[in-house]
């Protein structure tokens, strides 16, 4: 347990060997690894051409865990920067090397497509024009909790009118949040568990150490900052009786469940 002293002797302050990047690659794991499972039971040659389109958390993580096997895979975003995020500790290690494009047009290029883009990504026009052999999309919706979102989601409708024998959903919930994106998520746990840390006697207060990173990844444009950032202990806790934070943190973390259907 990492403990140290407070303000006086009788206060402690206790930190999570958890880190922020630590919670992130786990919720990425689960997503990837339903993804790679998936494709694993469609029984493809590892040179099969997979084209994953969006890298913001989701497709870094599913191309890492495929590149462990397969060896065509091309990853696809127009943020040309974030391929810098394939040379990171996010979305676990590269092994096969992912060719890393811009080029929108290289989206029907695949044999198999994986579309995490979301809000506002590949509409349904374009999904039309789509004839492999395998489409996997993923749902941006968790709980079906707000009917802006559930009503903004097109996911449906773009999957309707894709040409292929093989089509799944990512969908992705499990701690109540509204979106299935893997900041979200992240998000929710920090909040959720900050009022578990809260409720717990002896404990004067509680902090987690959370930016709003999004600027820092499109706006900064700042890869190795973001990393820099997320390399940090997820909780700091104030308390006269100090506990295990990592304990809870994995609870909190294995209620999130990833499947295909």
């Keep these: ?5 407070g303000i006086t002797s009788e206060v402690f302050t206790i930190k999570s060997e958890t880190k922020l990047v630590d919670i992130f690659n786990e919720i990425i794991s689960k997503k990837s690894e339903a993804v790679f499972n998936y494709i694993e039971s469609l029984n493809i040659g590892i040179d099969t051409k997979i084209v994953v389109i969006g890298t913001y958390f989701t497709g870094v993580g599913i191309v890492k865990k495929l590149s462990q096997k397969y060896e065509n895979i091309i990853l696809i975003d127009i943020y040309p920067h974030l391929e810098e995020m394939l040379y990171t500790s996010l979305g676990g290690e590269l092994k096969n090397k992912v060719e890393f494009s ?4 290289l989206i029907y290029s695949g044999d198999i497509v994986i579309d995490t883009t979301g809000f506002g990504g590949i509409d349904v026009e374009k999904s039309s024009k789509f004839d492999v052999e395998s489409f996997i999309i993923e749902d941006p919706i968790a709980e079906d909790n707000d009917e802006l979102l559930k009503n903004k989601n097109n996911i ?9 024998p093989n089509k799944a959903i990512i969908k992705t919930k499990g701690i109540n949040t509204k979106t299935s994106g893997t900041m979200t998520l992240t998000i929710g746990i920090l909040t959720n568990l900050l009022d578990k840390f809260l409720e717990k006697e002896g404990v004067l207060y509680c902090a987690c150490e959370m930016g709003f990173f999004e600027e820092v ?3 900064e444009k700042n890869i190795a900052k ?23 943190i994995t609870e909190e973390i294995n209620k999130i469940n990833s499947e295909m259907i």
Excluded: C, G
């Design 102 to 105: 811009s080029n929108i047009d």
């Design 1 to 5: 347990m990492n403990i140290d002293t």
């Design 217 to 219: 990844i499109f706006k």
């Design 226 to 248: 973001f990393i820099e950032l997320t390399n940090t202990n997820a909780f700091k806790i104030s308390t006269i009786n100090p506990f295990d934070l990592d304990e809870l």
């Design 156 to 164: 449906h409708d773009r999957l309707d009118v894709v040409t292929s």
